[in-house]
Nanobody
Framework: QVHLVESGGGLVQPGGSLRLSCVAS????????MAWYRQAPGKERELVAS???????NYVDSVKGRFTISRNNAKNTVDLQMNNLKPEDTAVYYC?????????WGQGTLVTVSS
């Protein structure tokens, strides 16, 4: 059974940084593309960034130049480095596959950007 556990969220001031991490178990992690999503209050979940097994990356326009996704196949982890955070980045962040079929969703990690 696939298990995804996200961590690293918290309260940060605008302009600050956070690093999120997701540990995956129950999959052959090294051959799977992975992604980070976020869901803000009252909004639909959106894909923020993705990384292929070959470490090619893609980002939604709103985070380009501020967020960096990376993976460590030895540790089965996918991280999201978030810099220059803005209030509109406030959301619960999740990791999962970037396309169907999706894994069971984890509990997510809350990021709050506020002064």
């Amino acid at each position: 059974q696939v298990h995804l556990v996200e961590s690293g969220g918290g309260l940060v001031q605008p302009g600050g940084s956070l690093r999120l991490s997701c540990v995956a178990s129950g999959i052959v992690f090294s051959v799977r593309s992975m992604a980070w999503y976020r869901q803000a209050p009252g909004k639909e979940r959106e894909l923020v960034a993705s990384v292929t097994p070959g470490r090619s990356t893609n980002y939604v326009d709103s985070v380009k130049g501020r967020f960096t996704i990376s993976r460590n196949n030895a540790k089965n982890t996918v991280d999201l480095q978030m810099n220059n955070l803005k209030p509109e980045d406030t959301a619960v962040y999740y990791c999962n596959a970037p396309y169907s079929p999706y894994f069971s969703w984890g509990q997510g990690t809350l990021v709050t950007v506020s002064s």
